[in-house]
């Protein structure tokens, strides 16, 4: 039997193989991706993202508990999740930590954690990233949660791959000239006040209000063709993580903004997003790839040497290389 | 881009008290290119055995300080061959008595370390161990 018949069967094993051969994009999992496409689309992807330490992964831990524990009469749902971590910009090496808060769903065979390295990429997520989600949704996971690396202002990758995104902040982390810039407030679907036990917390969640309050709330990217009969305007809940405190409010929260998405006409404008800006990824690597097939080392070398002395500028460089790399 | 790195599971199984030389090793192997997942304190063979299989790890690598080895690690080595894992690598390191070292090598465990053991050995020792998947990717 095939790594893709076996993970549509259900196989763990072959699962975790075929992510990492999605993830090494090797020929067998480029593949797998095609057959597996099909099969996609069903799952509500949730990115989680904020500064490192606010307790994303604690969060999570948390979400996925209550979301295999749900009250009498709901379904639990299976849940996968991607850590992402950095990787070093030195060794290419990494650790990946997301796992140590992940701890009380252990165990649990409709629960599916995979940590993965960010491998260069800058916007908080790997290239790979959407790929390894794929497979997930293919597999039958219900909800996805990305987890991207502990984020600054502007990582927004996330806004492109997920269906709803929650920022996690803390008390403390800056003033309310922070919570107006442009940025990572900017993508939240749902916000949640992490630590909300710490001192400084009334005052965190007034900053985050009036950035609320004050945003003339846009989908993103553009209005123009949006349907959306009424706004969304993302809740700001408080929570303690690593004690259970305000989780399910959260859980009410991702299950409301899913309903939103779906009952306003913004899911498939989002999936429709998504999918584009997957398509142009590719894209771009792929013609990126093409041009350095196109063009010798040798003349690249020589056009770089030509940068470095001044005999030609950037842009002038650029269009040699777009030719062909011909002078 | 389709690069292989070899990804490794340092796990602590068991009591112990901290985790300090098990972090040591994860940032050292982390300098040298390798994918670390580090799973904490007091996790059970269990736990480490379901990371493992998430994760396709090439090798696992148990820190023990409490004595408890010779109970942990069949029991981890048993779990990941019943998974069908038998390929993965399982090194040891921590307090060890020199006895039990050739019983445990003779378990299926690739290496043993105690304290004073030098981080490049350990990484040369892992590299040669999956020395078939560390050549580089066809591209």
Known sequence: MSLVESVLQGNRLALARLLTQVENETQQGLEALNRLYP???????????????????SLVNQLIYALRHPPPGQKPLRVAVVAVDPSSPFSGGAILGDRVRMRDVAGDADVFIRSSASRGALGGVAASTANLVQVFDAAGFELIFIETVGAGQAEVDIAH?????????????GDDIQAIKAGILEIADIIVLNKADRPMVDNAERALRMMIEMASRKPIPAAENSQSAFPWTPPILRTVATEGTGIPAVVEAI???RHYLQTSGE???????????????????????????????EAYRRILSELVSRQLSPYQALEILLDGGKQ | MSERKIRVLIAKPGLDGH???????????????????YTGLRQTPEMIAEAALQEDVDVVGLSILSGAHMALVPRVLDLLRAQGQENV????????????????????????????????????DISAAVGELNQPAQH
């Open chain 1, 161 to 173: 791959l997920a269906h709803t995104v929650i920022v996690v902040e803390a008390p403390g982390l």
């Open chain 1, 255 to 257: 299950q409301n903004h």
């Open chain 1, 267 to 297: 899911w498939e404008r989002r999936e429709r997003h998504r999918l584009q800006s997957e398509l142009e990824n590719l894209l771009r690597a792929a013609l990126m790839k093409r041009l350095q097939a196109a063009i010798s080392p």
């Open chain 1, 39 to 57: 099969y996609t689309g069903k799952a509500h992807i949730v990115g989680v993202t904020g500064a490192p330490g606010t307790g994303k992964s």
């Open chain 2, 89 to 124: 690598k399982v090194f040891v390191g921590g307090i060890i008595p020199d006895e039990d070292i050739p019983r445990l090598l003779e378990m299926g465990v690739v290496g043993v370390y105690g304290p004073g053991t030098l981080t490049e050995q350990i990484i040369k």
């Open chain 2, 19 to 37: 985790d300090r030389g098990a972090k040591v090793v994860a940032r050292a192997l982390r300098d040298a290119g390798m994918e670390v997942i």
